[in-house]
């Protein structure tokens, strides 16, 4: 193999002697997910990615589903889909922060790794992310709905020996964004938090909460999204379609509020519900992803509230949210409740659009 060809009957014979040369070559293909249509999905091949500089390969070995799912009921056709994985590093260019053989958390995003943003760690948020993919010279090779991906070596993070790639892969979006939210709420075991939405990130979010020790009030009107929250740790679970679900929450609250709340639903009503439950001098963490919203800035400023826009966390962080990996196995196993072979996409997206799962992983070599 080379430059991602393989040759061919490499040598050839003529009269005169041998005479090395090239005949043929054919070249490596990947199976990548690709959507052809509303509700239409498949595999389609594509070129390996080559690693390049600080960019590595790696096989993909689990990839956690998200919100691509909603882009499944859509018109159109793509094949760039997934942004969580774990898998194996089976590549490089130079030597580096990972070597041959290192089993790796993908992070998300491909930021530049040089302004003032990246440098502190916080590189989810990188004014420039995805402008360093040209010196790549691929496309199509950022996706983890994929057997390999193209990723800088610095956003790839140790798996500990004990540790699967299932359960590391939960590190992305499954509990990271959440877990971040946490982090900036300095979220303990004195806090009632209210979480709105158990769509795979809310339901990561109920983890990190009883993790950290906190009383868990989730919000959410699908029912078995419901029951998994109960079953992860939620100590009540309210519906949102209730009329008088803010007084149910202050209820359950003892007439104060929750002390810190977080958005997972993309729902504009749920920021406004955080914002008239969550009691004074409380924090609001918004993570669902909502374009647009109205907010009555004066209930914020009102009741003292703080307001905290977040993707994911500090990579500084990434040892903490290892080891609590290792500390919540049988929650982690709770929260995943499917896997399909990446052969099977079409079924995998069928169900999430049922709401019917909490976390789902793909395998891309089944």
């Not at 009921?73 to 898998?87: L, Q, T, Y």
């Not at 800035?297 to 500084?316: A, C, D, F, P, Q």
């Amino acid at each position: 193999m080379w430059n991602g060809f393989v040759f061919e009957n490499l040598i050839q014979t003529d009269k005169k002697g041998i005479i090395p040369y090239i005949i043929q070559k054919t070249e490596i293909l990947m199976k990548v997910v690709a959507k052809f249509g509303p509700e239409r999905a498949g595999l389609i091949d594509k070129p390996d990615p080559v690693a390049k500089g600080e960019f590595v390969i790696v096989k993909i070995h689990a990839a956690p589903m998200c919100t691509e799912y909603k882009g499944f009921k859509n018109d159109g056709e793509s094949d760039s889909f997934g942004h969580e994985a774990a898998g194996e590093v089976v590549e490089i260019a130079q030597q580096g922060t990972v070597k041959v053989g290192d089993r790796v958390v993908v992070m998300p995003h491909f930021p530049c790794g040089k302004c003032y943003i990246c440098l502190a760690g916080e590189y989810a948020h990188c004014p420039d992310d995805n402008q360093i993919l040209h010196i790549t010279e691929q496309t199509g090779v950022t996706a983890t709905f994929a057997q390999y991906i193209l990723k800088q070596d610095w956003l790839l993070v140790p798996i500990p020996e004990e540790v699967s790639y299932h359960h590391a892969a939960m590190a992305c979006c499954g509990l990271g964004s959440t877990s971040n939210a946490m982090r900036l709420m300095n979220v303990n075991a004195f806090d009632t938090v209210l979480i709105t939405g158990m769509g795979p990130i809310g339901l990561g979010g109920v983890i990190n909460a009883v993790y950290r020790g906190a009383h868990v009030i989730a919000v959410e009107s699908h029912p078995y999204r419901a029951a998994l929250a109960k079953k992860l740790g939620a100590a009540e679970v309210v519906n949102p379609q209730d009329e008088d679900v803010g007084d149910q929450i202050r209820d359950l609250t003892g007439g104060k509020g929750p002390d810190k709340g977080i958005e997972c639903s993309a729902a504009p009503a749920a920021v406004q519900l955080l914002i008239d439950v969550t009691r004074p001098k409380g924090h609001i963490a918004l993570i669902g992803g909502i374009r647009e919203v109205s907010i009555q800035g004066g209930n914020i400023i009102n009741k003292g509230l703080t307001v905290h826009g977040t993707r994911h966390y500090n990579l500084i962080e990434t040892p903490a949210m290892m080891q609590m990996i290792t500390q919540v196995k049988e929650q982690l196993d709770t929260f995943i409740t499917h896997t399909f072979p990446m052969s099977q996409i079409q079924e995998a997206w069928a169900l999430q659009c049922t709401h019917n799962c909490g976390k789902v992983v793909l395998d891309a070599w089944d």
